[in-house]
């Protein structure tokens, strides 16, 4: 039982630059969703997903997408990234009961 | 606009000092709310949370958080805080409506000094 898994670990990209952060669960849960995690401004809600086929935004979606085709794996995309992109990216998948289990994050900077 | 407010950014303590961390929140209706710790460079860790019941909710390593209603607060409490206590703590709400998506603090920054 592995949690949730977030690959890669660190990623450096160019401005302009496309590129998805990958998130895995083994918990058979059917909601997820991404953060970004920034100094001083906590982490803020992306994108979430309730089930397969089903995403919505959060609270900071602009610059990125989701799809959600199995209820294991939900990556985020980043179409064009952008210096304000630059954060650490968590992933969370939830219970039915509000048990979140957060993946070990994804460090990425935008140059 | 709804929010979850940790107005203590950085805090420096010795050690055995006691700590108390505040969150409000501004949420209507009904919420869930809980307390995360992160150590540096990991993840986020549960340390306890409050549905319903008893105000005063225990959690793991010796910390507690009472919830009052009238005032919107869910402040975090240790009686004799350790060096290795030294993290981010991260008060969030989630409302018991929709998604019930998890809605964070800023955060608040904790230096134990030896």
């Known amino acids: 039982n592995a949690g949730v898994t977030q690959t890669p670990k660190f990623q450096v990209l160019k401005t302009g630059q496309s590129m998805t952060l990958q998130c895995a669960q083994d918990?058979?849960?059917?909601?997820m969703s991404w953060y970004r995690q920034d100094p001083g401004m906590g982490l803020r809600l992306i994108h979430y997903?309730?089930?397969?086929?089903?995403?919505d935004q959060g609270e900071v979606p602009n610059g990125y997408n989701v799809s959600r085709s199995t209820t294991e794996d939900f990556p985020l995309r980043l179409l064009s990234a952008a210096p304000s992109q630059t954060s650490v990216y968590f992933c969370?998948?939830?219970?039915?009961?509000?048990?979140?289990?957060f993946g070990s994050g994804t460090r990425l900077t935008v140059v | 606009a709804q929010s979850v407010s940790q107005h203590n950014h950085h805090v420096i303590l010795s050690e055995a000092a006691s700590l108390e961390l505040g969150c409000n929140y501004s949420?209507?209706?009904?919420?869930?709310l809980f307390w995360y710790v992160q150590y540096p460079g990991q993840h986020l860790q549960l340390l306890l949370k409050?549905?319903?019941?008893?105000?005063l909710v225990k959690g793991i390593k010796g910390f507690e958080a009472e919830f009052i209603k009238s005032k919107f607060s869910f402040n975090l409490r240790k009686p004799s805080v350790q060096w290795s206590d030294t993290a981010e703590y991260f008060c969030?709400?989630?409302?018991?409506?929709?998604?019930?998506?998890?809605?964070f603090g800023t955060g608040t920054r904790l230096t134990v000094i030896p």
């Open positions: 969370a998948s939830r219970t039915d009961f509000y048990g979140y289990t």
């Open positions: 918990m058979n849960h059917e909601y």
């Open positions: 997903s309730v089930g397969a086929g089903i995403t």
């Open positions: 949420y209507g209706g009904t919420v869930n």
């Open positions: 409050y549905f319903s019941g008893d105000p």
């Open positions: 969030a709400v989630t409302l018991q409506t929709g998604a019930n998506n998890l809605f």
